[in-house]
């Protein structure tokens, strides 16, 4: 058990397993030796793509998602941008609606592969909601849909529709909440202070980005509401992941990208706040000023994100969606805030945030083999339920 | 050849060395062929050492034992004085080189702590070396590049200099160019502003010396700055604002003031600036101080408060390129410091969150006031918005009192009074950002007000705590308080309100005057206001022999009294 525990350390792009788990598979003494055998004949051949497949895959359809928006709002007649309008709008619409139609099916296909592995692989499904990391990527399908949804060409935001189709996506993140939020401050093993990390962030821009959809919609109170569960989430989030207890999980070194997460919630708070109260008054401006601050901070630390650059991972997929943004925050802030520096803001943020996702599906078309891990990365769970049950 | 064979009772700690083992320790090349110049390679990075050659005169001596006590030049737990015994006897004998005297050889490593031998011999040429010329190489790895900026200068000026000894000088270097780990300071470090050695520890600075003052000079100075040019601005808001009129306070007191705090800022601002040219490295260790660290801050915020209190009579309306220039440096060193925060390795904040950090976010603030004051829209904002973000995180850490919290003072120190100096700097920010003191501006200034209480009630646990001087630092947060209040009372205007004013503001003038008279008795009778800066001279590793050194220590007369021992017999 052990040896299998090293070799899943030792390869980078595995997600570690907390080692709470060791009691049991020693406890149970003779079969930990037949996994052991077991899982050391298991090749990458072996294990077909459910297994190796988990939810930090929706980071690819929360980038393509949050791009469709991105320029769905550039090309807004009523955003404001002198420089990009000209641009954005020689770009014929259905090089938009193709965009769209990307992410949307790429987000079908994501969905469709982890309905099967729910199927036909559900301890691996279990061991990933138990997993600190993993259990918050359960946000990522809702946020994905709720931003295809409000980047849909399709649907006005007042048809009927667009607000059945709210609903199916908000419930499932509110139960979610539920669970994850209550485990926090409830359940001993789950307790924020050990499980918090950066993707955390995820369960409150889940929150955050339901309350702006709404807020569109024109359903106030359910914004009101869904947007005060995440900002008071974030608060207590934030505290904890700056004060970095020493007990708690850290994040592998591949999975650095995720800081970039730091960026995206204030940006969606911002957003957020800003369709709630109609304009973006000082509490917007002050959240997006947050994230720009965090921005800095995170770009001028590269040292950082050295190691997890060195192989490509599903991880740099990461970099993509508070990149996306952040450039959506400052467009809202050039529209209101009209100038030169907003102007110049937005222009740089939109482009980054494009050069940056183009540059990733150009590298994962170069390296598919890359994209999948080797291994399973909850195999060892799957193991001691195995030999437990 | 004579040779003199002297029976001394060596001590245990005391052993005769072999003077062709050791590299390290002076020994005397007797003309024997085989030693490379070994005295002069030990000596000869010590710049005008050149009287004291005596290894080059004795050319006809045989290879003799030169026993040789090189003990840190701060025997501060072994208390046996600076002992300097020199035996001839006729053989070297080989020992094992872990039984030196010295029994920290990191510390030989790290500073040639080159004992002076007296060599007496018979045909009687006393050499005796200046002490003067040995004290000043033990600072070398304090001054920037090792010691070379000084001796260029030296060589441009016209005086000898000694050929660098480029084999101890680059050992020298390699270990001092790495300040110590946030660990050490926590380690060697206590006190409520981590400046006690602990009893265990070593400073790698001779300890019962006066130090060059410059070395002495700790970047807390700007709290001096911090403190006199708060005094103006309360002041200038007691003269101008209209709600205190009925005091009838002339613009003679903030116009003085700030003249004051102009020349004051001036004159530490240049001496600092010396110290980086001179002593870079100590800055370096200045900086990687968890407590230290926050007071980089202090220039640019005097100097926003400089802007912030400027006489009508000087100027009104001030440019905003001035605001630009002052809040670069914040925002780099603020992107370096809560950037660590966040993912820098050790230094995480439930570990070092400490009230100094308070100075940190009060930057914020300050710069968020001093634009919106100048009509900016925007940056204020910017940095309001960021100062809040981080502050909410600080005063939550601060509050929780973590148990991995090393840096927290058990006891009641004036360090607290920092709690009151981001919430009464940010009311004062935000309401000049909104244009009135609104309900968002009445609750942090609320929250300075109880914190004010909750300490000002605890003065008397304040007695008998050591003056030093970032108490200067503490001094500006109680203005701030003031300051709030008046504004407060420009909103609210009734005579519960004014009498707190008032009340507030003698307060503070009054403790801004007895630190002054402190700091003038400190400067000019006691003469120790800049003590040795101990806590930037803590060793990189912890000493080998740290638990022998916590018994001599401990068994030395006054242990606990130890720095104001050693600050009293210094001089400014």
Redesign the interface.
């Known amino acids: 058990m052990a040896q299998n525990q090293r070799r899943f350390n030792v390869t980078n792009h595995q997600i570690p397993i907390p080692t709470l788990h060791q009691s049991t598979t020693n406890s149970t003494g003779t079969d930990t030796g037949t996994s052991t055998r077991a899982s050391k004949t298991a090749s990458s051949s072996d294990l077909s793509i459910l297994t190796r497949f988990h939810a930090g895959y929706f980071r690819i359809s929360l980038a393509l998602c949050s791009q469709a928006l991105l320029w769905k709002t550039l090309a807004e007649p009523t955003t404001d941008a002198r420089a990009l309008s000209s641009i954005v709008r020689t770009i014929p619409s259905f090089a938009f609606i193709l965009l769209w139609s990307i992410a949307l099916l790429t987000l079908l296909l994501l969905c469709l592969l982890y309905l099967v592995r729910c199927f036909l692989r559900f301890r691996s499904v279990r061991a990933e909601l138990a997993h600190h990391v993993g259990m918050n990527y359960l946000f990522a399908p809702w946020i994905s849909f709720l931003m295809l949804l409000q980047a849909t060409p399709f649907l006005q935001p007042d048809n009927r529709l667009y607000r059945i189709l709210w609903c199916a996506f908000s419930v499932p993140i509110v139960v979610l909440d539920v669970k994850i939020y209550g485990q926090w401050f409830t359940q001993g093993k789950r307790f924020l202070s050990m499980v918090a990390n950066p993707t955390s962030q995820i369960t409150v821009i889940g929150n955050l980005v339901g309350a702006h959809v709404a807020a569109q919609m024109g359903w106030k109170e359910s914004a009101v509401c869904m947007f005060s569960l995440g900002i008071t989430h974030y608060?207590v989030l934030?505290?904890t992941?700056?004060?970095?207890?020493?007990g708690s999980d850290s994040l592998p070194a591949m999975l650095r990208p995720v800081?970039f997460l730091?960026i995206a919630a204030p940006s969606t708070a911002s957003l957020a706040w800003d369709s709630i109260s109609s304009s973006f008054d000082?509490g917007c401006?002050?959240?997006f000023?947050?994230s720009?601050?965090l921005f800095?901070?995170?770009v001028?630390?590269p040292a950082?994100f050295k190691r997890s650059m060195r192989r490509f991972s599903v991880a740099w997929w990461a970099y993509s969606f508070p990149l996306t943004i952040l450039a959506l925050a400052a467009t809202e802030y050039a529209q209101d805030?009209k100038g030169v520096?907003p102007n110049v803001l937005m222009l740089v943020l939109s482009v980054l945030s494009v050069v940056v996702t183009l540059a990733l599906m150009v590298f994962t078309a170069l390296k598919t083999n890359d994209i999948l891990p080797h291994d399973d990365p909850f195999v060892c769970y799957n193991i001691a339920r195995g030999t437990s049950t | 050849m004579e040779q003199t064979e002297l029976q001394v009772e060596i001590p245990s700690v005391l052993k005769q060395t072999s003077c062709q083992n050791i590299k390290d320790f002076d020994y005397v090349d007797y003309g024997n062929g085989n030693n490379p110049n070994p005295l002069e390679n030990a000596i000869s990075d010590k710049e005008s050492y050149g009287e004291s050659i005596a290894g080059s005169k004795i050319t006809k001596l045989e290879l003799q034992e030169v026993v040789i006590i090189s003990l840190p030049a701060s025997p501060s737990g072994l208390h046996i004085g600076q002992t300097k015994l020199v035996l001839h006897s006729e053989k070297c004998e080989n020992t094992d080189q872990n039984d030196t005297k010295n029994p920290y050889p990191q510390l030989a490593k790290q500073k040639k702590f080159h004992s002076q031998p007296i060599l007496v011999r018979e045909n009687g040429d006393r050499k005796v070396v200046h002490s003067e010329a040995i004290r000043d190489h033990r600072f070398d790895p304090f001054k920037t590049w090792s010691g070379r900026l000084e001796r260029q200068i030296s060589n441009l000026r016209g005086k000898p200099t000694q050929e660098p000894d480029i084999e101890a000088g680059a050992s020298q270097r390699e270990e001092i160019e790495e300040a110590p780990g946030v660990d050490r300071y926590f380690d060697a470090l206590e006190g409520p502003e981590l400046d006690t050695l602990r009893a265990t520890e070593v400073s790698v600075l001779p300890e019962d010396e006066k130090w060059p003052f410059l070395l002495r000079f700790p970047v807390n100075a700007f709290g001096i700055c911090l403190g006199v040019s708060s005094q103006a601005i309360l002041w200038k808001t007691l003269n101008t604002s209209p709600a205190m009129s009925f005091l009838h306070i002339s613009p003679m007191p903030n116009l003085i003031l700030w003249w004051a705090a102009l020349a004051l800022i001036l004159f530490v601002s240049f001496v600092y600036l010396l110290k980086i040219v001179f002593y870079f490295e100590a800055i370096k260790r200045e900086y990687h101080h968890p407590v230290r660290v926050n007071f980089f801050f202090a220039p640019w915020i005097a100097c926003m408060f400089m802007a912030l209190a400027v006489p009508p009579s000087i100027a009104v309306n001030l440019r905003p390129f001035i605001w630009y220039i002052l809040m670069t440096p914040i925002f780099i060193l603020e992107?370096k410091i809560?950037?660590q925060?966040?993912?820098g390795g050790q230094r995480?904040?439930?570990?070092v969150?400490n009230p100094s950090n308070h100075l940190s976010i009060v930057g914020n603030f300050v710069g968020a006031l001093l634009g919106a004051n100048m009509g900016l829209k925007?940056g204020p904002?910017?940095f309001?918005?960021?100062g809040?973000?981080?502050y909410?995180?600080l005063f939550?850490?601060l509050y929780q009192r973590?148990p991995?919290n090393a840096a927290l003072p058990k006891e009641l120190h004036p360090v607290f009074f920092l709690f009151v100096a981001a919430p009464s700097v940010a009311c004062m920010a935000w309401a000049k950002?909104?244009g009135d003191f609104d309900y968002a501006a009445r609750i942090p200034y609320f929250i300075a007000l109880f914190l004010y209480m909750s300490l000002a009630v605890r003065v008397n646990f304040f007695t008998g705590i050591r003056f030093s001087l970032a108490w200067w630092a503490y001094t500006f947060p109680m203005t701030g308080a003031s300051i709030a209040t008046i504004k407060y009372t420009m909103a609210v205007t009734n005579v519960v309100t004014r009498s707190l004013s008032v009340c507030l503001s003698a307060i503070s003038t009054f403790t801004v005057s007895t630190l002054l008279v402190y700091t003038i008795v400190h400067a000019f009778v006691l003469r120790d206001l800049f003590p040795n800066d101990i806590s930037i001279a803590i060793t990189r590793k912890k000493p080998k022999f740290s638990k022998m050194l916590s018994h001599f220590r401990s068994s030395s007369a006054d242990s606990k009294d130890f720095d104001s021992s050693i600050s009293k017999n210094s001089e400014i």
């Open positions: 608060l934030f505290v992941l700056y004060q970095r207890f020493l800081f730091f000082t401006k002050m959240l000023f947050l720009l601050f800095a901070s995170l001028s630390r950082l805030v520096i | 992107l809560y950037g925060w966040m993912s995480r904040l439930s570990k969150a925007e904002i910017f309001f918005a960021v809040l973000a981080h909410i995180v939550v850490t973590l991995t950002i909104q």
